[in-house]
């Protein structure tokens, strides 16, 4: 199919060929030096001059050079090191040259996707990462970002939780805003897509706008982090940038790809609650508790001793009467109680199963690439099931010798059947309200329903939430190269998502049937013309300009109603509904932006780039309608320098600095308009009230931020990495700036606030053995990253924002999602009672009281920990501090790949240090009977004798210690094998003797192992919460939240 | 050259595609669910919506029992039971920045203040409005201006004669609608201005305001009746007197047939100025909340053993006692809310004859009118009529009496304890620093210089 190069080459230089009627020709061979295959479509160049060409399939080049002389060949292939030689030719005659080219480690002739363009990893001024295909795929994951985790520095990705559908949060060198979105831009082949949670609220699980995508279409993610990569995208840069590229057609035959495969899903750990009989003990244990308590108290038992009561009741037939009386929860007696297990009823063994097909081959002029995926996930939890279908199809036509032309099309669909978790019920309540002497059933064989709260198997088996998506994604260009160095290409996309929510609560679950259909309708195009100008191609000066203008609009329109009153049981829907309600709702935002960049390249080690973008957006403050984002970079390839060529040990090292600004727009549609609202109802008239106070000169939060780097390789490349330093500034937050509520106001808001990210990355990838038989390679990488709050303009108080429920806080002077709460000073021996630290009050430097932490962080003495009275000290709220903190110090990954003849192995670890959970259950689930919820086993540390050291309480039914301590902070360090990948290739002969190109079978594991001290369900957390201030403050917070999956698939891949 | 000029249009016309599609107003979008101020108040249609908006935030205090309820709490007719941290605070007399119902009283207040002042200032500008319909909003706006500001003063400033040049201060005075953050921390005017201030408005909602009754809407017999409570709450009985005269010689109100009706039935003749309760917009749950005894056991405010003994003192035949109190079990606890929905009176003809009675005793009209106010009042109660009791002191004591148990639990008895210079409200004296709300944490943090209640 493909016409020979040579014979190409053959052609173009005939012109020289005639003056000389022998020809004088250079040919040769490129070989791989390891393996010593033939290299096929490497660039042969013969320096100073235009002649040159590719290789063919039998690696062999062969090029007229017209006359007889010296001639310097330059041999250049992706992912091998750049060689050159000098060959000398006599006219009429043919000089042959043989290259054994040396793998590139690094590959620095790699293509590297930037903002608007690509580029080569060697020219690259700023802080990337790149994600390749095969690290992705055939995984099977809740969502496609958690794919992310552990395989970049700076980059901190925690999957919320394993529930089928759910998100992951991602955040690049550490959190950003405070009240905006911290997410990065997703941008899928120039568009920038839909993201977010546009699910209705309610269940504890935000959807994922993102789950549509399919790793199988994914050729590679670029994450660019700092100011140098992020500021071509002005106002949407400032929490870093994903790139996604898809697959594409490439030059070839036509290439099938299949694959299957199959997997079991559970819960990655199970939480350890106590079971029947030791709850009722418990609960007695209590009960007796109470009675001696109130019995110490009376005057004529004055001065006698607990242990003393103790006794006198324990040899009373009254009092144990009295005692064992006493009904549990919902009137349950010893004799009545049920023996349920709610976990085992409300948990399940899953299941996925994943099917693809890839057609994809090319021409010289037509490229096509098709893909359809079935990916279906039985969740592990009761109800909780998600199904995709992925279809794609992409089309490049060289319409021309000066126009490309190309479009992609994406038609997705996704059905996920949402359950109440956490805090909403259903599998939260299955460990908490839900006793284990409540039944499931009652006697009848129906749902057993308790007279307050709720059957959580009723709830999962029975309560519909049915979200169906459809995503349709396409886009289009039309590339006009205007000469060989200058082209412009226009582009157009359109993401267009329709989410239909259908739900129903049944009669078996509540008293008033309630339907409700939602329709969400997310439209959002961008169109592009980006023109790209080699100006200058000299040895020793490269000098690109990219510019263009791009303009986006993005619309959402919800409509709903809600239904009740069915004529009977089996109408489900609201249409069948007697009473209907119907609310709507609109939004939406436009952008548009002018930017350019330009790139210069000195004698092949000195970078310099420049980028600038303007954005206008109707975000903005009328005041403030554009922002301008400036970077500017430079990079030295010190290994280019004499001084350093040929040095065995540093083999190669580059120096980068870059400083820039970019911004996060991700502030709300309509936040700077003084408005008016509706819903103001008075006398059955409709009422409208002022809603907003204006503010004009709002703005994008602006992030500053400087990088500076080294890459390097040692010893041949065999072991290499990257160090970076940055320091990202972010300021004009948006906060909820108090103005006196007699203005009719609470708050306006302004771009005040500032918090400062400074990290350290550091990733080193080692070839550790490479034969013909063996390879392993080990990646590792670890990023610290130092958050903290340096203003929050005229926020002064000192609990500063509150970030959600828990008591997370952004507070002056301490990390981001800090939290701000009593701490606990343990258990008084004496009582059993809790104790706590009161903070002294000491004047600050301006006269006004300042807390300190808690007695200086010293422990209380018992004295202490009780007043005058010598009652032990209680609970109060202003007694609280800043302690603990929910973003880590540490986190990063380790992967170890390995191949043996035809078998491969692959590990990865990934891993948070230094960051606290909050669970904020643990207040109920730790020793706090009154609350009648199961409890932890935790709970059995509780006191029992006058003069026992524990932590946990003594448990009454009374008293209200459902109250926030740190008691229930922890520890969230971890460390999780995440992946575990066995997979075995089948020779080529064989695989060919069956009519595979390639045939692989494998066996993946997904969370095998944890090691962690935390005590509840699983340390990688993240508190679902509605609003971008709860979501930036609430990773490393839980409330019931489910456990993640854990998973193993068995697959195979077959090419041919 | 074919191709350099191919090139050269098919550019032109790509480019000029996409301009046009970028220009074509990226940056013009519509916020559907909300409206520019401008466009909120632009016609008759929008300005009538904006006034119901007005009306509502009154309903969210005035129409739940706020700031009522509460006040009970401190005068100490009832007993609080409940474990709201925000009445507890109230109940032990130790009211804090946070305390919840006068703190939302307050914000409540002045959101409705400042949407007033909004529809003010735009009124001129409205052109199918008639100057008629433009009197009415405008008084309607003034005389809910004047209720709110006195309602706040009474709660954040001490009784007027606390100083002598009543120089101590008051609330904050709005008088401008707030349309940017320039200049709004500003101070507390003094009692002697808050007085002016909505002395001034509710007569101009008296002159601009017509005497037609619509249940739940302000008219002029409202702002009248509210005159006299101001005159008399500041103890200025001639003009208090006057307009309380207005309003008993004008003939339009007198009391309902039973004492239950003017809390049950609308459209009676009692009440003056009620907040309309649909369901829709029921308000209502709060203050019932706080009276109504449930499946769940005792309300959480339940009859003080002061006012079980002020009400067991009175002739057994009195129909308040069935009609506005119940018994159950050990306790007592008032049913004038004890209702699914109804509207709730700001102020009905019997407090204007309270005033009426107490203002002529106080400006020496004849003991025999002071005592027919009274009457009427015991009367409708099915109470003895009292033509015996003579002497400006023993009048005052019935005048007191009478009010305490007609005018139980709608938070009139603390500001008549405060008026009347009480030396034992719950064991506090009239003037005591205890009995002042705080300014509200939602005020001081954004006026941060704004002079605090001790």
């Known amino acids: ?1056 | 050259m074919n191709t350099f000029l191919n090139k050269g249009l098919l550019t032109i016309a790509l480019a000029s595609l996409l301009l046009m599609s970028a220009c074509s107003d990226v940056l013009d979008v519509r916020n559907e669910g909300q409206l520019s101020t401008e466009a909120a108040l632009s016609d008759a249609r929008s300005v009538n919506v904006a006034m119901s908006g007005i009306y509502a935030t009154l309903q969210g205090t005035l129409g739940s029992g706020i700031p009522a309820s509460p006040t009970e709490a401190l005068a100490g007719d009832i007993v609080y039971a409940g474990s709201d941290y925000g009445y507890l605070e109230i109940w032990t007399q130790n009211m804090s920045l946070f305390t919840p119902s006068f703190s939302g009283f307050w914000d409540n207040s002045y959101r409705g203040i400042n949407a007033i002042n909004n529809v003010i200032v735009s009124l001129p500008d409205i052109k199918d409005l008639t100057e008629v319909q433009k009197s009415q909003i405008e008084g309607e706006c003034k005389f809910l201006r004047g209720v709110m500001t006195f309602e706040m003063l009474r709660i954040w400033g001490h009784q007027y004669g606390f100083k002598a040049d009543n120089s101590h201060p008051g609330v904050i005075v709005r008088t401008a609608p707030t349309r940017g953050t320039a200049g709004l921390a500003i101070g507390r005017s003094s009692v002697e201005d808050c007085y002016a201030q909505v002395i001034s408005d509710l007569k101009s909602a008296e002159s601009l305001l017509p005497d037609t009754k619509r249940d739940g809407y302000a008219n002029k017999s409202a702002a009248i009746a509210y005159l006299a409570r101001v005159y008399f709450q500041k103890n200025d009985f001639t003009n208090a007197y006057a307009y309380a005269d207005q309003l008993v010689k004008g003939g339009k109100f007198s009391l309902a047939a039973t004492p239950r009706d003017v809390f049950y039935k609308g459209g009676n003749t009692e009440s003056i100025f009620q907040m309309a309760l649909t369901t829709q917009t029921n308000s209502f749950g709060a203050i019932r909340g706080m009276y109504q005894k449930t499946a769940f056991g005792e309300p959480p405010f339940t009859v003080s053993p002061d006012f079980a003994a002020a009400l067991d003192a009175s002739p057994s035949t009195d129909l308040r006692k069935q009609q506005y109190i119940k018994q159950s079990g050990s306790f007592r606890y008032c049913t004038k809310y004890d209702t699914l929905i109804a509207n709730v009176n700001v102020i009905r003809y019997a407090e204007i004859l309270f005033i009426h009675a107490e203002a002529g005793l106080e400006i020496g009209k004849p003991e025999s009118e002071v005592l027919a106010d009274v009457n009427l009042i015991r009367k409708r109660a099915n109470v003895p009529e009292d033509n015996s009791t003579t002497g400006k002191a023993a009048l005052l004591d019935l005048i007191g009496k009478e009010r305490r148990l007609e005018m139980c639990f709608e938070g009139d008895r603390f500001h008549y304890l405060k008026r009347t210079k009480s030396s034992n409200i719950r064991g506090l004296s009239w003037n005591d620093n205890k009995l002042l709300a705080k300014i509200p944490s939602s005020e001081v943090s954004g006026n941060p210089g704004i002079e605090l209640n001790p």
């Not at chain 1, 994903?242 to 299949?258: E, F, N, P, Y």
């Not at chain 1, 320098?641 to 040929?646: A, I, Q, S, T």
């Not at chain 1, 008591?807 to 004496?830: H, K, L, N, Q, W």
């Not at chain 1, 902070?969 to 094998?977: A, E, H, P, T, V």
């Open chain 1, 1 to 1056: 199919m493909r016409i020979p190069y040579a014979l190409l080459l053959a052609f173009m230089f005939s012109c020289s060929g005639i003056i000389a009627m022998a020809q004088t020709m250079i040919s040769g061979k490129i070989t791989d030096r390891k393996s010593n295959e033939p290299l096929k479509g490497a660039t042969v160049r013969v320096d100073g001059t235009t002649m040159g060409g590719l290789t063919a399939k039998d690696g062999s080049f062969s090029i007229k050079v017209g006359k007889g002389g010296t001639y310097k060949l330059s041999v250049n292939f992706v992912g091998y090191k750049k060689q050159s030689r000098t060959i000398s030719v006599k006219d009429g005659e043919t000089a042959s040259a043989v290259f054994n080219l040396e793998a590139d480690l690094l590959k620095l002739n790699e293509t590297v996707v930037v903002g608007y363009g690509t580029t080569q990893k060697r020219d690259v001024t700023g802080s990337y990462a790149t994600v390749k295909s095969e690290e992705i795929v055939n995984r099977p994951a809740p969502s496609f970002e958690s794919l992310l985790q552990g395989r970049s520095p700076g980059v901190q990705v925690l999957q919320s939780n394993g529930m089928a559908g759910t998100a992951a949060t991602v955040r690049v060198r550490g959190v950003g805003s405070i009240s905006a979105n911290t997410q990065p831009l997703y941008v899928v082949d120039g568009v920038p897509i839909t993201t977010g949670d546009f699910g209705s609220g309610s269940i504890a699980t935000n959807s994922n706008a993102l789950s549509f995508l399919n790793p199988n279409d994914i050729e590679s993610i670029d994450i660019l982090k700092d100011a140098a990569a992020t500021a071509i995208y002005g106002s949407r840069g400032a929490n870093g940038v994903v790139l996604i590229t898809t697959k594409r057609g490439k030059l070839g035959a036509a290439r099938i790809s299949m694959g299957v495969s199959q997997g079991i899903k559970t819960e990655a750990n199970r939480l350890d609650i106590v079971d029947r009989d030791t709850w009722i003990n418990l609960f007695y244990e209590a009960r007796r508790n109470d009675v001696v308590d109130s019995l110490q108290k009376l005057p004529v038992n004055k001065g006698k001793s607990w242990t003393n009561v103790q006794g006198m009741i324990d040899t009373s037939t009254t009092w144990q009467n009295i005692i064992n009386n006493t009904r549990m929860p919902q009137g349950f007696t010893r004799e009545t109680a049920a023996n349920t297990n709610w976990l085992n009823q409300t948990l399940r063994t899953g299941n996925t199963q994943e099917a693809y097909l890839t057609i994809s081959g090319g021409s010289e002029t037509t490229k096509y690439y098709f893909n359809t995926t079935y990916f279906n996930e039985k969740g592990f939890i009761v109800g909780n099931d998600y199904q995709r279908i992925n279809t794609r199809i992409t089309l490049d036509q060289k319409a021309n010798d000066w126009l490309d032309i190309g479009v992609s099309f994406n038609a997705n669909r996704e059905e996920n059947n949402r359950v109440n978790s956490a805090w909403a019920g259903g599998f939260g309540n299955a460990f908490s309200a839900s006793l284990p002497i409540f039944p499931v059933y009652d006697s009848t064989g129906a749902y057993w329903r308790p007279q307050t709260g709720l059957n959580p198997v009723a709830d999962l088996e029975n309560r519909r939430f049915l979200a169906t998506t459809w995503r349709l994604f396409g886009n289009g260009y039309a590339q006009v190269n205007l000469a060989d160095n200058l082209n412009i290409r226009f582009s157009g996309g359109v993401d267009f998502m329709s989410l239909r929510e259908d739900r129903f609560a049944p009669i078996v679950i509540t008293a008033d049937p309630t339907a409700e259909e939602r329709r969400v309708q997310v439209v959002n195009w961008t169109t592009n013309a980006i023109l790209s100008w080699k100006a200058l191609d000299l040895e020793d000066h490269q000098l690109t300009v990219v510019g263009g203008m791009e303009s986006q609009r993005s619309e959402q329109r919800d409509l709903g109603t809600t239904g009740n009153t069915f004529p009977n049981n089996y109408f489900t829907t609201p249409q069948s509904a007697s009473v209907r309600n119907g609310y709507a709702f609109g939004t939406e935002f436009g952008l548009i932006s002018y930017l350019a960049r330009t790139s210069y390249t000195l004698m092949d080690r000195y970078l310099f780039s420049l980028s600038i973008r303007t954005d206008g957006s109707s975000r903005f403050g009328e005041n403030n309608r554009y922002g301008f984002f400036p970077a500017g970079s430079f990079a030295w390839i010190m290994s280019n320098e004499d001084f350093l060529k040929g040095n065995d040990v540093l083999t190669f090292a580059k120096i980068r600095a870059s400083y820039g600004i970019s911004g996060n727009a991700a502030i709300g549609d309509f936040t700077w308009q003084g408005v008016y609202s509706t819903g103001s109802n008075y006398n059955g008239n409709p009422g409208t009230m002022p809603g907003q106070l204006p503010n004009s000169d709002l703005t994008w939060e602006t992030s500053r931020q400087l990088d500076l780097g080294i890459d390097f390789g040692l010893f041949n490349d065999r072991i290499s990495g990257s160090i970076g330093y940055y320091d990202r500034m972010s300021y004009g937050m948006l906060l909820n700036e108090r103005v006196p509520s007699s203005s009719g106001f609470s708050s306006v808001i302004n771009n005040v606030g500032e918090m400062s990210n400074t990290g350290i990355e550091f990733n080193i990838r080692s070839v550790n053995i490479s034969t013909p038989e063996f390879e392993w390679t080990t990646d590792f990488n670890i990023t610290y990253n130092v958050n903290k709050i340096i203003s929050l303009g005229t926020i002064t108080n000192p609990d500063g924002v509150d970030l959600g429920f828990g008591e997370t806080r952004a507070i002056v002077g301490y990390p981001f999602a800090s939290f701000f709460i009593v701490r606990s000073a343990g258990v008084d021996p004496e009582t059993g009672l809790p104790v706590y630290y009161r903070p002294t009050t000491v004047a600050g430097a301006d006269g006004k009281p300042i807390q300190n932490n808690g007695l200086n962080g010293r422990p209380l003495t018992l004295e202490e920990a009780r007043d005058s009275l010598g009652v032990p000290l209680a609970w109060n709220a202003t007694w609280r501090v800043p302690t603990g903190k929910n973003y880590p110090d540490f986190f990063g990954g380790i992967t170890n790949t390995f191949r043996y003849e035809n078998f491969d192995f692959t590990t990865q670890f990934v891993y948070q240090i230094g960051n606290t959970i909050y669970d904020d259950a643990g207040k109920r689930l730790v020793g706090n009977m009154g609350f009648s919820w199961n409890q932890m086993t935790k709970t059995l540390d509780r006191w029992t004798e006058p003069g026992q050291e524990t932590d946990v309480p003594r448990l009454t039914l009374k008293g209200n210690r459902d109250i926030n301590t740190d008691r229930f902070i922890y520890n969230g360090d971890f460390l999780r094998l995440r992946q575990l990948t066995i997979g075995y290739t089948l020779p080529k002969s064989m695989s060919e003797g069956m009519g595979f190109s390639t045939f692989r079978i494998y066996l993946t594991g997904i969370n095998l192992l944890t090691f962690t001290s935390f005590p509840g369900w699983d340390p990688e957390v993240v508190r679902d919460h509605n609003g971008d201030q709860q979501r930036n403050g609430n990773q490393g917070v839980t409330y019931l939240t489910p456990p993640q999956a854990q998973t193993f698939n068995v697959g195979i891949n077959v090419d041919f």
